[in-house]
Nanobody
Framework: QMQLQESGPGLVKPSQTLSRTCTVAGGSITTNFYYWDWIRQPPGKGLEWMGAIAYRGSTYYSPSLNSRTSISRDTSKNQFTLQLSSVTPEDTAVYYC?????????????WGQGTQVTVSS
């Protein structure tokens, strides 16, 4: 059964880089026709898609976050990683990783449990 598990610091200081890693079990991140996504939900707001990395390694980013976002992967560990630079308190949110199916990289089928990240000094 597919399982996604997020990890990383739960508290980040303003201006620093937020880093989250998603470890995937029960399937390979290089399996054809899947995307591996990062989504977040700020307190009191809706879900916000941040970006994705495809099974071949291509990356896609939300235009509103593109300049601050980087998604990479380690196929040997079956992990993919989000980095969000120059964070502010507005980046406080529950961060989720998810898997989506081609051709729509927002067609989420499997989700991690989500973890809270707070940006505060």
């Amino acid at each position: 059964q597919m399982q996604l598990q997020e990890s990383g610091p739960g508290l980040v200081k303003p201006s620093q880089t937020l880093s989250r890693t998603c470890t995937v079990a029960g399937g390979s991140i290089t399996t054809n026709f899947y995307y591996w996504d990062w989504i977040r939900q700020p307190p009191g707001k809706g879900l916000e898609w941040m970006g994705a990395i495809a099974y071949r390694g291509s990356t896609y980013y939300s235009p509103s976050l593109n300049s601050r976002t980087s998604i990479s992967r380690d196929t040997s560990k079956n992990q993919f990683t989000l980095q969000l630079s120059s964070v502010t308190p507005e980046d406080t949110a529950v961060y989720y990783c998810a898997r989506a199916s081609f051709p729509d990289y927002t067609a989420f089928g499997h989700w991690g449990q989500g973890t809270q990240v707070t940006v505060s000094s």
